[in-house]
């Protein structure tokens, strides 16, 4: 997972989106950046940057989207090499967005070789990736310097960021070609083109608790919960630097995660809803 419900974060239709940038550009963008994809970078930690300040109010205030219906290209899961290949390219300059989200991403990198990213395929810093909460895995989206317009395809195979006020992770490629792999962190606007699985119904769900800098809190975490809801599926692991707690409700519920989610204290640790599918 990295650092892995799109609480905080409004999303509004493409269309009303002021600034828009021209589909022939957009193309042109997208077809520059599989070259960059492919260049490849030198593994390395993730830059240290300041944490983010709140979303400006233009960002803030749009009115949430509908959810419109899922394409009928599906896209393949897992994701090609490379993570986006020609034809996802002309499905995105063909198609309009179904969904858009604004809000903070930063970068990440494995902390060790041979990692696998939350799809099950081994992490490629090179590879046009990313990490979200809670979109379906192998969905394709479009990712917007807001700043600089810079713009890039990529697909979803990650879980994070677990960071309160951040929207995205993206792999070493992605971040350079969005242009925030020396700045660490920017706003951005990710548009979604298509998902393999709807986005507002059924999906598996869990809620990712902490993080833990104490391993007996999480145990501690683990046995509460185990308590208060029987039947559940929880368990405690360590991440990077920390150790986390994840409870999957009975059936992998989306209504019993969200609530599970709700009822937690603050002192119990930061909440996180997320997708496992």
């Given amino acids: 997972m990295s650092g892995g419900e799109l609480q905080g974060r409004e999303v509004r239709p493409v269309a009303s989106w002021p600034g828009a940038v021209a589909r022939g550009a ?3 963008a997208l077809a520059a950046i599989v070259s960059l994809g492919a260049t490849g970078c030198k593994h390395r930690e993730n830059t240290r940057v300041a944490p983010p300040q709140a979303l400006p109010p233009e960002v803030e205030t749009y009115p949430a989207a509908p959810t419109a219906p899922v394409p009928a290209r599906i ?30 991403a930063t970068w990440y990198t494995a902390p060790y070789k041979g990692r696998r990213a939350a799809n099950g395929q ?15 895995m192998g969905s394709l989206v479009v990712v917007t310097n807001m700043k600089t317009g ?20 993206l792999t070493i490629a992605s971040a350079k070609a969005v242009g925030i792999f020396r700045t660490g962190m920017a706003i951005v606007r990710m548009d979604v083109y298509e998902t393999p699985k709807p986005m507002a119904t059924g999906g598996r769900w869990c809620v990712q608790i902490g993080a833990f800098h104490d391993e007996e809190d999480a145990i501690a ?3 509460q919960l185990l308590s208060d809801y029987p039947g ?46």
């Fill in 232 to 277: 559940a599926n929880v368990i405690e692991f360590p991440g990077e630097k920390s150790f986390w707690v994840r409870i999957r409700p009975q059936g992998d519920d989306r209504a019993m995660a969200e609530q599970i989610a709700r009822h937690l204290q603050p002192v119990e640790g930061d909440a996180y809803l997320t997708r496992l599918d």
């Fill in 150 to 169: 810079e713009s890039s395809a990529m697909r979803i195979t990650d879980r994070g960021p677990f960071v309160e006020d951040r929207m995205l992770d």
């Fill in 26 to 28: 957009v193309s042109f």
């Fill in 75 to 104: 896209p393949v899961t897992p994701a090609p090499p490379g993570g986006i290949n020609d034809d996802d390219l002309a499905f995105v300059a063909a198609h309009k967005p179904i969904l858009s989200e604004v809000g903070y």
């Fill in 122 to 136: 081994v992490f490629d810093d090179d590879a046009m990736t990313a990490a979200h909460r809670t979109l379906p």
């Fill in 221 to 223: 975490l683990k046995a």
